[in-house]
């Protein structure tokens, strides 16, 4: 670390995830100044620009989550401001948001997706797939706006919840299977998790509450299941041109095919976040973790 680094630890902001954005920015927060780091903690909101000159920050470690954060336009305002950053650069990270697009990303790079149907109204359209569905908005993370539907009579309430949060919405196959997880640190795959849920899906609660979700380290994978989901993840991130660190969710189906839903460019950081427990479980503390951060995006000059 050089001597005239100055962090300015960016959380908070605008978008439906900024609690767990604060619970990110506090942890991350805390690791740098055990590890002696001079940072400073900004709550994102219009005098950022101001807060950023004010704080004299050097680089900025955004534990953003969802809109305005994680979607490329921090790191766009940041890239005017010449200030390097953590984690992808802007083009990554509007990719990253945007399930449609990604998806149609990884596809081309040769990597298994669910089927989907994207709608731009709320009105139920016939489904060239069975039930189960899943609904998502198309550009939300943290599951927000997320529903496990049974039935096309619960269809109308799932897709107005999706509504509320993105005019684009995705209806999803169910793929039943193990939900796991590739962490990603620079241009290696640390690892997978897999996670076993006390819900009926990977939600908000279960991702955010301690005690509701199980974190298994290694995925309970075969081997060869295993090579294949940590080469889908990392082929996932490549194909989006993610850059420091990040995590991919796959669901592995019962015939050991992983499918790509998602890449997050900038995973939750806090004590229930599954990127730190992938680190811990190939020996990298959170702090550890914070600071190999830090250092990627130094090196990167992103």
Known sequence: MTAELRVGVLMGGRS????????????????????????????????????????????????????????????????????????????????????VISRTLFAAAGLPVPRYVLLTEPAPPPLPFAFPVVVKPNGEGSSVGVSLVASAADLPTALGEAFRYDRRVLIEAYIAGKEVQVGILGDRALGAIEIRSKTAFYDYTAKYTPGMSEHIFPATLPPDVMRRTLDVGLGAFRALRGAGYGRVDCLVDQAGTPYVLEVNTLPGLTETSLLPDIARGVGLSFDDLVVAIVREAQGSGA
């Open 16 to 99: 439906a995830e900024r609690e767990v954005s604060l619970r990110s920015g506090e942890a991350v927060l805390g690791a740098l100044r055990r590890r002696s780091i001079d940072a400073v903690g900004i709550d994102v909101d219009a005098s950022v620009v101001e807060r950023l000159g004010r704080e004299r920050v050097t680089l900025a470690f955004i534990a953003l989550h969802g809109r305005y954060g994680e979607d490329g336009t921090v790191q766009g305002l940041l890239e005017i401001l010449g200030i390097p950053y953590t984690g992808s650069g802007v083009l990554a990270s509007a990719l990253g948001m945007d399930k």
